[in-house]
């Protein structure tokens, strides 16, 4: 028997939204996280003119921060309009956004963040006598009043998302966002030199960063030295380009200073940062083959655009734009940053790690900048592979008549096995290797270290400095040796035992890269599953890489000695099997 379907009445009819349920999605949209509300915080002081700038941090982000500027500041009278949603003094008709000079603009920044906190915003006009407040919670003025204040703007955040706890839910780890917000400080200090930075966290100063004196490149190179250290600031090469309108300003890393990922790279269009895969390209053009592959270069891009000729608002966090000209903008990234890279010449092995180590920087130290790198002697002959398996404590000797092993490609191993063979991917046998020990080491009894006759000065980007506070007790427990000499700087007495030496400040670089880019969410009790991952990752054989036979015979042996041989901590495969039999068949025997 047939049934009809029943017919349905229709509920879901078309209504309009509160306007409290309409604020809170607009501030979705524009704050997805605590550091999206500092961002917009920040932004607007700069925009103010402000000349210092300074950033306090209880707990977390999420918990509460404040932004204190002594930029133009805001009219009593103003201060409720600057909490209105499409408010903003920096656009007054449509055609303004075609030529728009600032950081904003949206207009959501203010009443976004007070849609789901609880806000107070003090401000001081320069001509004004005194200055004024008014608090916010959840998007609804609580009280206003006068307040004594220089003038200028102070903005405290407390209890972001106490209204959306949905939102709540999927928000990064404290510790997290804190890099993260290290991390767009120093952007922001790269992209405005004259002004000055003040972070502290939890009334602890993280750092200080005075106004650069010099201008132009000079003021961004004395801003990179107060970020990154003197030795790595003055190793960077300087560019300066100009076609058709366009102005590049770039300070480009050597080779050695190349990550394992993008995090290096920071790009501003008219001081604003950006996140451009065609500049990405561009950059990674311009170095060629001085890097081999799954390296990136460090670099920092200021290019200078029409504002007319780049549309900055085409998404809500402002961090993508279209150029107009994107063929132009490429070819004049990748071709000023090609012509002082092209007397670079590889190998690179004299250098020592990827972050600026010291003896390197001893010998350069009296040279010209832009040409020092072209003064290094070739490496010797003879010279050992960068990451080189090292060889079993339990490997045997090989005995006479004992199978050889081969090395197809400096890729892949292969070995002969009763009714077969076996081929052995190295970098995934080595990983697998690696993490098992690593894990080993990190649930059980620290790993030793192996110390390095000479010392290592190894300087760190300010979040990857912070990074290494936290992992500090998971790197000891691995066998890493290291001394804080205080940010940026970080001394290499000894590595893991196991591994190679040749480049231990790359590897530690790569492994702090690896731990951040695998965080988001994680939680922390992850941090020893996460640490683990990266260094196995980093640390083992690459493709490439040419390995003895005591080499091969020795990662053999502790391939199939680990829990899982079949593959690597991703789920590659390590290994596949050739039975005798498909060969036969393959060649026709019976």
Request: aromatic share 6%; glycine share 8%.
């Amino acid at each position: 028997m047939l049934h009809r379907p029943m017919a349905t009445t229709r509920t879901d009819s078309i209504r309009r939204l509160s306007s409290t349920t309409a604020s809170h999605i607009a501030a979705g949209e524009v704050i997805e996280r605590p550091l999206s509300a500092l961002k917009e915080i920040l932004e607007n002081a700069l925009d103010a003119g402000a000349t210092r700038i300074e950033v306090r941090v209880d707990r977390s982000l999420d918990h509460a921060f404040s932004v204190a500027d002594d930029g133009c500041g805001i009219d009593a009278d103003e201060l409720d309009l600057a909490l209105e949603r499409h408010a903003t003094s920096k656009i007054a008709t449509l055609e303004d956004l075609d030529r728009l000079a600032s950081l904003g603009f949206r207009g959501e920044a203010l009443p976004s963040v007070a849609a789901v906190s609880r806000l107070r915003l003090e401000s001081r006009a320069r001509d004004a006598e005194d200055a004024s407040f008014v608090t916010v919670a959840g998007g609804s003025i609580t009280a206003r009043g006068r307040a004594p204040r220089a003038p200028g703007t102070t903005v405290e955040v407390a209890e972001l998302f106490f209204n959306t706890p949905a939102r709540r839910k999927f928000l990064h780890s404290g510790a997290g966002e804190l890099r993260a917000a290290l991390r767009l400080l120093e952007a922001f200090g790269l992209a405005f030199p004259g002004v000055s930075f003040r972070f502290l966290v939890d009334d602890r100063q993280r750092f200080d960063w005075p106004a650069a004196a010099g201008s132009g490149v000079e003021g961004r190179r004395e801003r990179a030295a107060a970020l990154w250290g003197t030795r790595h600031a003055e190793q960077r090469i300087e560019v300066a380009a100009e076609r058709d309108g366009l102005v590049l300003e770039a300070l480009l890393g050597l080779p050695e200073h190349a990550r394992a990922t993008r995090e290096g790279q920071l790009v501003f269009v008219n001081r604003r940062w950006i996140l451009s895969p065609l500049l990405a390209q561009a950059l990674r053009q311009a170095y060629g083959n001085l890097l081999p592959a799954g390296r990136f270069p460090a670099a920092t891009l200021w290019l200078t655009i029409p504002p007319g000729r780049v549309d900055v608002n085409v998404h809500p966090t402002k961090r993508e734009v279209r150029f107009a000209d994107e063929h132009l903008v490429f070819a004049l990234v990748a071709g000023a940053c090609a012509r002082p890279l092209a007397g670079l010449h590889p190998p690179f092995t004299v250098v020592q790690g990827g972050a600026s180590e010291s003896r390197w920087s001893e010998r350069v130290a009296e040279q010209p900048r832009a040409q020092t790198y072209l003064r290094l002697e070739p490496p010797p002959p003879g010279t050992t592979p960068e990451a080189a398996v090292a060889p079993s404590p339990k490997a045997p000797a090989p005995r006479d008549g004992e199978p050889e092993l081969w090395q197809l490609h400096r890729t892949y191993i292969l070995a002969p096995v009763r009714g077969g063979l076996v081929i052995l991917d190295q970098h995934a046998a080595h990983e697998r290797i690696l993490y098992e020990e690593a894990r080993s080491r990190l649930e059980g009894k620290q790993g030793q270290a192996q110390q390095l006759l000479f010392p290592l000065l190894v300087e760190l980007a300010a979040d990857r400095f912070d990074l290494l506070l936290e992992l500090g007790p998971w790197l000891r427990q691995l066998g890493w040796d290291l001394t804080l000499l205080g940010p940026p700087t970080v001394v290499i007495q000894g590595v893991p035992t196991g591994l190679r030496t040749e480049r231990p400040g790359q590897l530690l670089q790569d492994l702090l890269d690896g731990v951040a880019e695998g965080s988001g969410r994680t939680a922390s009790e992850d941090i020893a599953e996460r640490v683990a991952r990266s260094f196995a990752c980093h640390a083992a054989v690459r493709a490439g890489d040419s390995l003895t036979q005591e080499e091969m015979r020795s990662l053999v042996d502790r391939l199939f000695a680990t829990s899982r041989p079949h593959g690597d901590p991703h789920g590659r495969p390590t290994f596949v099997r050739l039975d005798l039999d498909e060969l036969h068949r393959r060649f026709g025997r019976s």
